[in-house]
Structure formats: C-alpha cells, structure tokens
C-alpha cells in the first residue's frame, strides 16, 4: 500500500503590487500567489487571504499559462521603476512573458531573458527576485544551486550583473540560504511597528518559508508556511 505525497506548500511564482489588480479586491498593496493552475490574493493590509480566493488563472490572468502550455510558472518579477510590466518565468524556458498590468493582458512578444538579465546563469533553472537595498536602491537577486548573481535596478533594464558575481550564496546571504529557494517575494509592511524594520523577503522552500530583513542583511526567522500565514489556501 502506498500513499500519496502531500503536495508542497510553497507557490511556484509570487508577485506583489501596490495596489490590487483586480476591481474586486479590496484596496491597498496586494501579494499573489500562484500554484498550478490556480492564484490567491493576500491583503497585506488585513494580513490575511481575501475572501473568495483560490481562483482559476486562466479566467483571470489570460494568456499567461497559455504562453508555454504543459510548462510551469517559475517566478515572476516587477521592478516598480518599469513601469506596469511584470516579468513571468516559466520552466525550462529562456524567454519570458511580459505581462502589461495597466491593459491586464500578456505583451504579444516574448522577451528574451538576456533583455531583462544580461549575464544570467546560462543553462538551467534559477530563482529571481527584486528587492530595495537598505539605501532603497533597487535590485534583482538570481539564485541557482549553490550560487547567486545581483543586478542593481533603475528607469530601465541593467546592461549587466554587478562586478565580481556569481558569488556563493552562503557568503552573500549568511545563516540564512545556502540552496535556491523555489521562490521569493520583497514587500514592506505598511501597518507594522515602525520601531523595527517592515522590509523583508520572503522565500519560500518546500512547506518552510525564510523572512530575511532587508536593511539589516540579516534572517528573522524560519516557519512553517501554514503557520506564519493566516489562511494559507489549498490550491486545486
């Protein structure tokens, strides 16, 4: 007799914007997360999943899974000073979809990976994310294997990643990661103690998430997923 493995908790891609996407959604910053076929909404207000959610991402996000079929989501990056595009990667593949959050629809073109992260690991599947420095300069962190790259951020794609990377990930992000995580996501809380900082990545790895505090440089702590957030939902 054999039993099932439970599926992993972790999302394959996490994307968090200013304000809601959808006209349904309450107002303020939003986190969402997307597994297999479906997403969810997180209120970063409320701290809490917004009612309603799971839902299917093909009546919401069309196009987007349609972009690579059978292929899974691996990550999706926005860099604020773009403008409205999100950047969503997929499985296996060197080219990404460029999603217009202001038509709510995918771009037509796919974009090359070297357009958007000149210099990134050439062969095989990495983990990026964007986050503001202490100094709130912007940059996308890549994570492959042991290994991570950085780029610093501006009005437009970087030309390339900064001087002397890849460097061991162990090195750069010390006590706390030493493999790639599945997936990551920076946000700052809006209505936390403003005695401490509200900056912070999540990363996500199997049933286990990681909160790293920007500023410091330094991990908080490491949970179960289900239990540092409220109403974590069970995709489909």
Not at 8 to 36: E, Q, R, T, V, W
Not at 162 to 176: F, L, M, Q, S, V
Request: charged letters at 20%.
């Amino acid at each position: 007799m054999t039993l099932d493995a439970r599926p992993i908790l972790s999302p394959d891609a996490a994307l968090f914007l200013p304000g809601p996407h959808f006209a349904a959604d309450p107002p303020g910053p939003k986190l969402y997360f997307f597994k297999n076929r479906q997403f969810a909404c997180y209120d970063v207000i409320e701290e809490k999943l917004v009612p309603g959610y799971p839902q299917d991402i093909e009546q919401h996000w069309p196009g987007l899974l349609q972009a690579y079929p059978g292929k899974a989501l691996r990550g999706a990056v926005h860099v604020p000073g773009w403008g409205s595009t999100v950047y969503f990667f997929f499985e296996g593949e060197r080219d990404l979809l460029a999603w217009d959050l202001a038509r709510h629809a995918p771009q037509e073109r796919r974009v090359p990976l070297a357009e958007v992260l000149p210099g990134a690991f050439a062969t095989g599947e990495f983990m990026a994310v964007y986050a503001e420095q202490a100094d709130r300069q912007g940059v996308i962190h890549a994570f492959q294997g042991k290994e991570c790259l950085r780029w610093r951020t501006g009005t437009c794609a970087p030309a390339e990643p900064e001087p002397g990377y890849p460097h061991k990930t162990a090195d750069d992000w010390k006590e706390g990661l030493v493999l790639a995580p599945r997936t990551g996501v920076y946000l700052e809380w809006p209505n936390r103690s403003s005695a401490h900082s509200n900056r912070k990545i999540y990363f996500f790895m199997g049933d286990l998430y990681l909160r790293w505090d920007v500023p410091s440089n330094t991990r908080n702590y490491r949970l179960d997923i289900v239990a540092g957030w409220k109403d974590w939902p069970t995709y489909a």
